[in-house]
């Protein structure tokens, strides 16, 4: 859960220049948006290309190349960065902070910022245990520094001791850590949530299906792991990555769904029904591929399916309900009759014809409206930030944010 992170990796010379490269590739996985300074030394190991290619992003290594006239690029970078990353870090580099130099782009970037900065230091096992180098980390930590220590293992000097870069993946986890919320509101709920469209069969080779991507449903399943919930995801036909930490339910029709639901209802203290369900399904489900004849025009018998929401709203006990309700006309108008017709707590409207965002897209534009009267619209912002708004905001209102602190 990196997005809308922004890291700055500053990558000094050594041997685990390489290591850094990963270190970039994972956090861009990971969703932040990672920009990268070199200085001279690591250019000697690995090519700015490379970090280009794995960040997505120019990369930085000459403080008078100036790529933006609009702007300092040190002091740019500097601002930008939510966190920055020094890594690996050479004795040199923790040399030169540790007494204010700054003489390259990494240094005069380091001296200008007021993010936080990590340093991850990587060199011969000696090196490491020099006075002066323990002195200067010393230093930099009580200036406020924070480091990530290099393990232990073999070295590329050919020695064996403290001295290797931590590994990429370890450090991505101590970033997300970094960055999980202090307060945790849905800490010890149970959130069960339906995404994507269903699928209702025809014949074997055939089905009616919607637009739905997914991805709305998705970003609330993330976003309630994210505030602490243990997160039931109950998934029609997507092609999206399961999320990692949430139990994922696949299925296929409106039924399926609908039995799913059922199973995880009772302990549920959320349900949120982002799901783009099939209102009709096939009558009649043929076991042979149904062939074409000349002349007449085809008729598809049609039945309802289970409005799930409803039928929950009917069993409501103690769980709160979110309803989702995509519309085309009279947006609010609808979305406040679905509110009071399913019985829910709260409904999040929006209208998917909005060029700003609707199925398929990266972005939402959505009102919130709950039972007591809340009418909240969001300007749209992409779906994985506007889930976590919705879901503290509910969270909020709810009052489930006393006292859940990590
Ligand atoms: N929903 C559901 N089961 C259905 C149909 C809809 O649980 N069979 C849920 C959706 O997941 C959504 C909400 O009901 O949270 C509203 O869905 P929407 O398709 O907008 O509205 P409908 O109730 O189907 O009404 P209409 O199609 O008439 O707009």
Redesign the pocket.
Known sequence: MLHDKKILVCVTGGIAVYKAVALVSKLSQAGADVKVIMTESAKEFVTPLTFQAMSRNDVFFDTFDEKDSKVIAHIDLADWANLIIVAPATANVLGKVANGIADNMVTTTLLATTAEVWFAPAMNVDMYKNKAVMRNIDALSNDGYRFIEPSEGFLACGYVGKGRLEEPERIVEIVQEHFMPKHLPLKGKKVVI?AGPTRERIDPVRYVSNFSSGKMGYSMAKAAAHLGADTVLVSGPVSLEKPSGIKVIDVES?AD??EAVKNEYDDAAIV????????YRPSEIHSQKIKKTDGDDSVLKMS?????????GEWKKEQIL??????TENVLE?GKG?LE??NLDY?IVNDVTDPGGGFGSDTNVVTLLSKDGLQQSYESMPKEELANVLLEVIAREEGFDAGNDR
Do not use: H, P, Y
């Not at 949120?272 to 209102?279: C, E, F, N």
């Open positions: 339906t409106a769904m609908f949120i029904k982002s799901a783009a369900v099939a209102d309802r399916t289970t409005d799930i929401l409803q039928t929950l979110i309803g989702f309700a995509a519309e609808n679905k017709r399913k409904i």
